[in-house]
């Protein structure tokens, strides 16, 4: 299977899944990390597994459309088969969603429809919830509103704080995303 994977940050989830060996085993291709902060950490761990990596900036473009657009005209020459968002801070429109539409692939940190949008660490944390969770969905016009492919629980532990929260939080996406994509392989 030929993935793009989008991030903008630090690229834990990229990392997850780049350097997953069941994925690997079972076919999956990295061909392009597409990263709209130019100097994200995720655009060094790219090019350590030897990634090739498309920096887009949308302020580069007049539109979301023709940003979008030059996505696409990245991705098409590789055939790429499912696009796999790992902290990837944009909102993707109906350009690539009608492009892509069922094989763009969401990880968010909260079990949804709880939390949706940003912060949603701090902001379960912040409304003293007894847990929170990890989500994998499908992207549609929404934001984190696509169908859930899966979903997993993580306790807020009355001595937590953010970071620790946010530590499980990420050890859990790191456990879930490879596991749902080599569903997806496997299929």
Do not use: W
Not at 81 to 107: C, D, F, H, P, Q
Not at 153 to 182: C, F, G, M, N, W
Request: aromatic content about 6%; some cysteine.
């Amino acid at each position: 299977m030929r993935v793009a994977i989008f991030a903008s940050g630090n690229g834990t989830n990229f990392e997850a899944l780049a350097d997953n060996q069941a994925l690997k085993d079972a076919g999956l291709e990295i061909e392009l990390l597409v990263c709209d902060q130019p100097k994200a950490a995720v655009i060094a761990k790219a090019e350590q597994r030897n990634v090739p990596v498309f920096v887009n900036s949308l302020k580069d473009y007049p539109d979301r459309h023709l940003y979008e657009q030059a996505i696409i005209d990245k991705l098409e020459p590789l055939q790429i088969e499912y696009i796999l968002l790992a902290g990837y801070m944009k909102v993707v429109t109906t350009t690539l969603l009608s492009k892509y539409a069922g094989r763009i692939i969401n990880i968010h940190p909260s079990k949804l429809p709880k939390y949706s949008g940003l912060d949603s660490i701090q902001r379960a944390f912040d409304a003293h919830e007894k847990e929170t969770g990890v989500t994998i969905h499908y992207i549609d016009e929404g934001v984190d509103t696509g169908p859930i492919i899966r979903q997993k629980s993580v306790p807020i532990y009355d001595d937590d704080t953010v970071d620790t929260l946010e530590a499980r939080v990420h050890d859990k996406e790191h456990q879930i995303y490879p596991e749902v994509v080599l569903e997806l392989l496997k299929k």
